[in-house]
């Protein structure tokens, strides 16, 4: 099985690589699109700002080439907020695999709201084949500005003000606003899941 | 809910945990991986590993220490010492650290924070503040403590906050190694004036302790040192006491 993990302007990669060793597993970065095209996994990760990574992407022709791709492929962070339809950030155009807004965190009046997001939250509503073995209400690392609406392709839901979309899905795309490479034994879960499918 | 966060802090020194001792599960306590993941299996939030190597070797050391965390630690952890410039942090971060923390370097030179967010994002910006209470007031030290300045740490973290820092590390030299609890004054007026999360430090000797800070001064996340490596307190009866009083803390 060979699992690769798209290359492009975007932080985590390194994690991302840790994490499928600590699985056993040997991950290969590269923007190639014959040797993503080939792979059995695809895993598109990020942590970044959307309009610049669109950019990279767009440049690369790797946007039609992620949209187009038949394999499971799991986006993590900015990569999941990417394969939705537009991003507030920098009012940005994204791949549309999902057709999900992607907005910014905003603050009560009465409270003030700590933004980015950082730290340990719950996910809920857990629906999806990744999250075999996942308890509901396990606690995943977040680290956002930016979070996915609600939309019929949630397949797991976070509270931070308002309920989000921790995870989405849709046919072989799928999605985490988390990183499960830092969310210890059930982001490890997570991860076997997928490369599981 | 987003968690309230529970923070070892392991000094390093060429390489090697500073303070690691008596610890039955690990072979070898000044081990940082080894007490990084023991940390992080028995439910640390995050880690902080603090360098406090001085030669000149430190920098290959330490970005070959951080893929050597990276590789075994399963939780976030942040880095700091020494650190002065994008470039090493863009060394770091490309090891597999999730946040570095500035602190000497960027109150000299407060660009540093603009130029670090703008590269690499807030989210892995740590500011760390050492601060001490006199003459009416909080001031910022530098140095690891050594050199006053005449700037208050609310006004130098507000300003840091302005050019980009995702976070606040904030340590009180007053409450530093006293056992007596966190400073819960300047804490709670960082916390509940800036919209980015307060990691307190400094102080912690009991539960209570933690319990104080995170409800009265609303910390978002607390750090200690020697109470867990000397286990004082040990962090899963930490969490259930918490947890117990009402708080939101991962299991």
Sequence with gaps: MKTVIIKYNAGNIRSVLFALDRLGVEGVVTDNPEEIKAADKVIFPGVGEASSAMRYLQERKLDQLITGLKQPVLGICLGMQL????????????????????????????????????????????????FEHVPENSYMYFVHSYYAALSPYTVATTNYVINYSAALQKDN????????????????????????? | ????????????????????????NIRDAGDPIELGALYAAQGADELVFLDITATNERRKTLSELVTRIAKHVNI????????????????????GADKISVNTSAFKRPELVDELAREFGSQCVVLAIDTRFEDGDWYVYLNGGRVKTEVKAYDWAKEAVGRGAGEILLTSMNNDGTKQGFALDITGKLSQNLNVPVIASGGAGTMDHFMDVFETAQADAALAASIFHYKE???????????QRGLNIRF
């Design chain 1, 83 to 130: 394969m939705c339809k537009h991003s507030e950030e920098n009012d940005t155009n994204c791949l549309g695999i999902f057709d999900v807004e992607v907005k910014r965190f905003q603050s009560p009046v009465d409270n003030l709201l700590k933004i980015p997001q950082i730290g340990w939250n719950n996910i809920t509503g857990l629906y999806c084949t990744m």
């Design chain 2, 1 to 24: 809910m987003l968690t309230k966060r529970i923070i070892p802090c392991l000094d390093i020194k060429d390489g090697r945990t500073v303070k690691g001792v008596n610890f039955e």
């Design chain 1, 173 to 197: 795309f799928y999605a985490v606003q988390f990183h499960p490479e830092k969310s210890a034994g059930e982001g490890q879960k997570i991860l076997e899941n997928f490369l599981k499918l």
């Design chain 2, 233 to 243: 307190i040990e962090i899963p009866a930490l969490k259930t006491y918490l947890y």
């Design chain 2, 76 to 95: 976030p952890f942040t880095v700091g010492g020494g650190i002065s410039s994008v470039e090493d942090v863009n060394v770091l971060l490309q090891s």
